[in-house]
Structure formats: C-alpha cells, structure tokens
C-alpha cells in the first residue's frame, strides 16, 4: 500500500492557510495584548472626581 504523491497545488494552499492563520492569530494577540494594556492601566475608570449613578 502507498500513498499517492501530494499535487503541487496542495503544497501551494498548505502553504497559505499557514500564512493566513499566522497573520490572524498575531492580529489576535495584538487586540488582546491593547485590550490588557488598557484594562490594567484604569482607562475604563470613570474620572476620580464624578459619581456613578447607580439604582
């Protein structure tokens, strides 16, 4: 039993779904990385001086 040799074509397309999902899992690190920077750095605070109306 042997496998049949892979098309060039395949080879070509592996090739790119690796670039494409390269390319987005360090776009979703960079969000998440801008998301923990603003997070610990208190810019979803309201100002120190004003209240929150609350119920």
Do not use: W, Y
């Not at 997070?39 to 120190?48: K, Q």
């Amino acid at each position: 039993m042997s496998f049949r040799e892979e098309h060039e074509l395949h080879g070509r397309r592996k090739g790119r779904n690796i670039g494409v999902g390269l390319t987005l899992a360090a776009f979703i690190c960079i969000v998440f990385g801008l998301t923990v920077v603003k997070v610990t750095r208190g810019d979803f605070e309201p100002p120190r001086g004003q209240q929150v109306e609350g119920n």
